[in-house]
């Protein structure tokens, strides 16, 4: 069972922004954590998107374009991963990661449709 | 360029064991932390077990505890993972990837070896 919730679920169309969100459980605070993004498309392995921390820590992965970027709504405990000008070869599943303590924990990924 | 390469996946019984091994090329594999991931058929991912450089800190994830073994060999620049006691849940593809840290970015990826625990 999936740590960090993810919805199962997202669409936009060419363009627009795609805003998919990440919640963590009450007693892990976002604020404390780096999040990693990864995107996978069928038939294929993971590739590393980026993780954020703060605005002042934060990386992106080799070859990723800046229209993926990273936040957190502490307030709502949720990390944030914003595609801006979707394209069609966004359409993938998207999975966030933290390491709270001792291993890693994953949502259970959210499928991105770009109409 | 940076590769790596999943193997010995198969089709096993309950309660039997596989080794997988991940072959990597391209880079100092002596330089990196290793990690093994799942990936059920129309599932999620699934974090399995890390190994640092030194084979120092070990992490298992909790279910995989006690009858999986990740063991790694820089000279032979391979990466391993012992399991045993196998479930049908553990029917999976299962994936290498390296770390520069071992809390780090997984950036660099094999396509999979697939497992099927079945009778």
């Known amino acids: 069972q999936p740590v960090l919730t993810q919805p199962p679920s997202s669409s936009a169309s060419p363009g627009e922004s795609a805003r998919l969100t990440c919640t963590l459980p009450?007693?892990?605070?976002?604020?404390?954590?780096?999040i990693y993004w990864y995107q996978q498309k069928p038939g294929s392995p993971p590739k590393y998107l980026l993780y954020y921390h703060s605005d002042s820590d934060k990386g992106q992965g080799s070859g990723v374009p800046s229209r993926f970027s990273g936040s957190k709504d502490a307030s709502a405990n949720t990390a944030v991963l914003l595609i801006s000008g979707l394209q069609s070869e966004d359409e993938a599943d998207y999975y966030c990661?933290?390491?709270?303590?001792?291993?890693?924990?994953f949502g259970g990924g959210t499928k991105l449709t770009v109409l | 360029e940076a590769q790596l390469v999943e193997s010995g996946g198969g089709l096993v019984k309950p309660g039997g064991s596989l080794r997988l091994s991940c072959a990597a090329s391209?880079?100092?594999?002596?330089?990196?932390?290793m990690n093994w991931f799942r990936q059920a058929p129309g599932k999620g991912l699934e974090w399995v077990s890390s190994?640092?450089?030194?084979?120092?800190?070990?992490y298992y994830a909790d279910s995989m505890k006690g009858r999986f073994t990740i063991s790694r060999d820089n000279a032979k620049n391979s990466l391993y993972l012992q399991m045993n006691s196998l479930r049908p849940e553990d029917t999976a593809l299962y994936y290498c990837a390296r770390s520069v840290e071992l809390v780090d970015a997984f950036d660099v990826w094999g396509r999979g070896t697939m497992v099927t625990v079945s009778s």
């Open positions: 990661m933290i390491w709270p303590t001792n291993g890693w924990v």
């Open positions: 190994i640092d450089t030194s084979t120092y800190y070990i």
């Open positions: 391209g880079f100092t594999f002596s330089s990196y932390s």
């Open positions: 009450s007693d892990i605070n976002v604020g404390f954590y780096n």
